[in-house]
């Protein structure tokens, strides 16, 4: 098992900065290529951005592409989402995943672990 917990969500407002944080326990966090996905109201939950088990890869939905940032360490059992250049669309519940399978990293496949999501709110 590995447990996810997301933190550093809150109210901003457009153009500002947030980052997240998912700190993994449980298992080898090491092991997983992680994920951010977000639900907007009314909305299904979609892909936001991946990286791999060894941070060599990410990818990026292309809404957030060049604003967003993810990153890991695996020291610290955590992986980061940093969002620069906040819009209002960017407003959701904001999860992290684990996945052992490497199709998490074209914003595909299956996941094995979700944490329980953090709000972002971003006002204009």
């Known amino acids: 098992q590995v447990q996810l917990v997301e933190s550093g969500g809150g109210l901003v407002q457009a153009g500002a900065s947030l980052r997240l944080s998912c700190a993994a326990s449980g298992r080898t966090f090491s092991a997983y290529n992680m994920g951010w996905f977000r639900q907007a109201p009314g909305k299904g939950r979609e892909f936001v951005a991946a990286?791999?088990?060894?941070?060599?890869?990410?990818y990026y939905a292309d809404s957030v592409k060049g604003r967003f940032t993810i990153s890991r360490d695996n020291a610290k059992n955590t992986v980061y989402l940093q969002m620069n250049s906040l819009k209002p669309e960017d407003t959701a519940v904001y999860y992290c995943a684990a996945a052992s399978s490497p199709r998490i990293l074209s914003g595909t496949g299956s996941i094995d672990y979700w944490g329980q999501g953090t709000q972002v709110t971003v006002s204009s």
């Open positions: 990286i791999s088990w060894n941070g060599r890869s990410t």
